[in-house]
């Protein structure tokens, strides 16, 4: 399993990489939204996304999302969202 950052990439982009098989439509049902909110999601960079959002969006296209957390002591907490 690779490990990428996602700082800089799009939703568009993480779809693509997922096989790029689901449409917008498809996710805009999953996520109970317009097709165009999806498109204008797909757009934005990642990092500047909520993470509501986010997470909503990656059970649409079949992922899973977790955060981590890394503390000043080096701790590192990670979460199932």
């Known amino acids: 399993m690779e490990n990428i950052s996602l700082q800089h990439r799009t939703l568009a982009e993480l779809r693509k990489q997922s096989g790029g098989h ?3 439509s ?3 049902l999953e ?3 317009q ?3 999806v498109s204008k999601l797909e757009r934005k960079p990642i990092r ?3 993470l509501e959002k986010l997470q909503r969006y990656i059970d649409a296209i ?3 999302l977790d955060v981590s957390v890394t503390l ?3 701790t590192v ?3 199932n969202v």
């Open 62 to 64: 079949g992922g899973k």
């Open 22 to 24: 689901i449409k917008q």
């Open 48 to 50: 500047s996304m909520q």
């Open 35 to 37: 097709e165009p909110a």
């Open 31 to 33: 996520m109970a939204v």
């Open 72 to 74: 000043p002591d080096g």
């Open 26 to 28: 498809v996710i805009a």
């Open 77 to 79: 907490l990670t979460m």
